[in-house]
């Protein structure tokens, strides 16, 4: 996460990062997820780029194994979130990476 932390967004791309296809799903339009194993699981802590400059604010966390996400319906709850961040209906909460 080191690496992404200074990156814009137009270099979040694999192996680290990736901006997921929206062509046969609406709801995954403008969701970014973070790649990494952890335990042997495939984690994917997925979010938005804001609601200020330079913040990315996570919104669901899944895991990935093989085609299959965990939760399945993880686009519609990220699409949901982000629309209570950036309606004042959730707070968001800063992290130190460093």
């Known amino acids: 996460m080191n690496y992404l932390r200074d990156q814009p967004p137009a270099m979040w791309r694999d192996p680290h990062a990736k901006k997921l296809s929206w062509e046969y799903d609406d709801d995954c339009k403008d969701i970014y997820e ?3 194993k952890a335990r042997s699981v495939q984690q994917r802590p997925m979010g938005y780029f804001g609601p200020q400059p330079g913040q990315f604010t996570i ?3 899944v895991t990935h194994k093989g085609e299959q996400y ?3 319906n993880f686009a519609h709850v990220a699409k949901q979130r982000w629309a209570d961040v950036c ?3 959730a707070a968001v909460a800063a992290i130190e990476i460093d």
């Open 34 to 36: 973070i790649r990494f």
């Open 59 to 61: 919104v669901i966390w």
């Open 70 to 72: 965990d939760p399945r």
């Open 87 to 89: 309606e004042g209906r």
